[in-house]
């Protein structure tokens, strides 16, 4: 039996706890007797890597599944959920890693979904709308309430979620990293909603693998590794050296340039690329962008929300119409090219949402691995098996996936394994150039450390790589150039002896002392 740690000053104010919960997954073993509390008016922060058990634990004491062993208290008492319906009429809600929303719903049906508020007439609509709006201005995020999901960036939509979790009026709400896709000024109004939360009594659990970010609103906090608790402290005990030795074992950082190698010529070339804003035609969310990347070379994009990261990329990658501009692989133009062809010719993009855009969700570990590079192991219509069971377990070994197997189901997987995954299928291709639309969202700093390896190994037998990302510590990592775009153009470019504070000066975002 593992040890329970309990905070002293805090144990007469255990809120929930769960006792010796151990969850199986056919030969995985998520959970191994694991205890843990949570404190009334306080966030728990609950840290741990990809696979550690972190998910797997919160989605048992919100009810989405059931312990193989072990039991729940709920105020002294014993409880079992069978759903999460049960659990939210107990007061418990959850905020998913993964956004679990109705895409072609509106805001307003996605936040009252199996859950309508009844009038005279039926589903009273007026003040559902009524307290969405409500819900949207406590978030400061203007969203009409009658806005199909499907038409809101990913940042929007998991604002959307969290009004959904705060709309059931919970006493214990767990954020499952609800800022994954915020951008800074919305995780500030987050933070805010957090303490205001506190001060009503409401009990959090909060996982995030932004370890500083997570730092500034912990009371305390616990380790997972390997589905057991390693570790727990209140927050004035704890560093970021403590979380990470105990999440890993050791002191990771992101690595350094690839060195040692000198660098090729232009693999690929944007010339004036613009791309027109779907919402306002006269606008360009991409603004006459250029950008030489040679071969060995990793460039970093850098910006805030909007600053059109990901349009740029999802332009090269064929994803998004180019409104004008040329695009040049090697020398060859590819801007008429499908999104196939530019596959076929050495261009890859690891997207944002991996969930929407890099996996199928009804196709196991091994066919998704393999998808992207099913011509290099099928003639004539006929696959050869062994040659793509070679690929998948060469993916998988290489990029490190914690998996039962190839043919384990993609949703058994944890996010940031699920992850891996979409950047195995692309560097399957054997691309020449691939792009990364922030590859680190939620992986967590072992992984990361480890997906940043890949791609300095890459670089060095002369891969092209861009990454965007808005984590600046991931700037000052392993890129040789750091672009800062601003409105859709490059307000800055540095070398690899950039600072923090140039390169957020340069984005236009606030530098705090």
Request: proline share 3%; charged share 25%.
């Amino acid at each position: 039996m593992s040890q329970i740690y309990v905070c002293e000053d805090l144990a007469g104010e255990v809120a929930m706890s769960a006792r010796n919960i151990a969850k199986s997954f056919g030969n995985i073993h998520a959970l191994k007797n694991v205890n843990f509390d949570i404190h009334r008016g306080q966030v728990t922060t609950l840290f741990g890597e990809n696979g550690a058990g972190k998910s797997t634990l919160m989605k048992i004491l919100s009810g989405v599944i059931q312990p193989t062993s072990g039991e729940i208290l709920l105020e002294g008492e014993p409880v079992s959920f069978s759903s999460t319906t049960q659990a939210q009429r107990h007061g418990i809600s959850i905020i998913h890693q993964e956004l679990s929303l109705a895409p072609n719903l509106s805001v307003r049906d996605n936040i009252f979904l199996a859950r309508e508020l009844g009038g005279a007439t039926g589903i009273d609509y007026a003040e559902e709308e009524r307290q969405t709006r409500l819900l949207m201005e406590e978030l400061d995020e203007a969203i009409d309430p009658s806005t199909p999901v499907e038409d809101l960036r990913l940042g929007q939509q998991q604002i959307v979620e969290i009004a959904r979790a705060l709309s059931i009026d919970s006493r214990i709400l767990i954020m499952d990293e609800p800022t994954s896709a915020l951008s800074a000024s919305e995780v500030e109004v987050l933070f805010r909603v957090i303490g205001d939360l506190k001060s009503r009594g409401v009990s959090i659990v909060y996982i995030s693998h932004h370890l500083e970010e997570a730092l500034q609103i912990t009371d305390h906090a616990v380790v997972l590794r390997d589905g057991t608790m390693t570790a727990y402290a209140k927050r004035e005990e704890i560093d970021l050296e403590w979380i990470v030795r105990h999440m890993v074992g050791e002191n990771f950082d992101l690595g350094s340039p690839p060195a040692g190698h000198s660098l090729g010529e232009v693999t690929l070339a944007l010339e004036q690329v613009s791309v027109r804003d779907v919402t306002v035609p006269e606008r360009s969310v991409v603004d006459r962008f250029s950008l030489n990347v040679r071969a060995g070379e990793i460039v970093c994009i850098y910006g805030l929300m909007g600053a059109g990261r990901t349009e740029l990329l999802e332009c090269v990658a064929g994803r998004v119409p180019m409104s004008e501009g040329r695009i040049l692989l090697e020398g060859e133009e590819i801007s008429g090219l499908s999104i196939a062809r530019r596959i076929e010719k050495g261009l890859v993009l690891v997207p944002e949402d991996r969930q929407r855009d890099g996996l199928v969700q009804t196709m196991s570990v091994g066919q998704n691995l393999s998808l992207a590079s099913i011509q290099a192991f099928t003639r004539w219509m006929f696959t050869s098996l062994r040659r793509e069971q070679s690929v998948i377990r060469d993916s998988i070994s290489s990029v490190h996936i914690k998996t039962d197997g190839a043919e384990a189901e993609i949703g058994s997987l944890s996010g940031g394994n699920q992850q891996k995954v979409v950047i195995g299928k692309m560097l399957a291709t054997q691309p020449r150039v691939v792009l990364l639309d922030e590859p680190s969202r939620g992986i967590d700093i072992g992984a990361k450390s480890e997906v940043f390896k890949l791609l300095r190994e890459g670089a060095a037998q002369g891969l092209a790589v861009v990454f965007s990302t808005s984590e600046v510590g991931e700037c000052l990592s392993i890129a040789h150039r750091v672009v800062v775009m601003s409105r859709g153009r490059i307000s800055a470019e540095f070398g690899a002896d950039v600072t923090k504070e140039e390169i957020m000066a340069a984005s236009g975002e606030a530098v705090v002392a």
